[in-house]
C-alpha cells in the first residue's frame, strides 16, 4: 500500500512563494505518474501538475510560468514550487500517485491547505 505525506501548506499573501512536498513510502520511479491536484470549495479536483513515467511534465494552463514540479528519487519526494501565488490559487492540494501493475491504482495523501490572501 502506497503512502503519501504532503507538507508546505501555509497562509501566504498574494505574489508569495510556497513550497509544497509530497513524501512516498517508495521509490517515484515505481509509479506511472506522480503530481499534484488541487479543490477549492464548492469546486471540482483539478490537476495542477504532473510528472509521468518518461519524464514528460504536464501543468495546468492555469499555473503555467509560476508552478514548478520536480522530482528527487533518492528522498522519495515530489516537490511543487508555486510563485506569484494568487488568491485564486486557494485550495487543499493533493498528491496522488499512480501504478500500473496489474490494473490502474490512485495513491492519494491527506491533503494539504494553501490560502492566498489579497
Known amino acids: 500500500q502506497v503512502q503519501l505525506v504532503e507538507s508546505g501548506g501555509g497562509l501566504v499573501q498574494a505574489g508569495e512563494s510556497l513550497r509544497l512536498s509530497c513524501r512516498a513510502s517508495?521509490?517515484?520511479?515505481?509509479?506511472?505518474?506522480i503530481g499534484w491536484y488541487r479543490q477549492a470549495p464548492g469546486k471540482q479536483r483539478e490537476l495542477v501538475a504532473i510528472?509521468?513515467?518518461?519524464?514528460?511534465?504536464n501543468y495546468a494552463d492555469s499555473v503555467k510560468g509560476r508552478f514548478a514540479i520536480s522530482n528527487d528519487n533518492a528522498k522519495n519526494t515530489v516537490y511543487l514550487q508555486m510563485n506569484s501565488l494568487k488568491p485564486e490559487d486557494t485550495a487543499v492540494y493533493y498528491c496522488?500517485?499512480?501504478?500500473?501493475?496489474?490494473?490502474?491504482?490512485?495513491?492519494w495523501g491527506q491533503g494539504t491547505q494553501v490560502t492566498v490572501s489579497s
Open positions: 510528472i509521468r513515467s518518461g519524464g514528460t511534465i
Open positions: 496522488n500517485a499512480v501504478t500500473y501493475k496489474l490494473e490502474r491504482r490512485d495513491y
Open positions: 517508495e521509490s517515484t520511479l515505481s509509479f506511472g505518474a
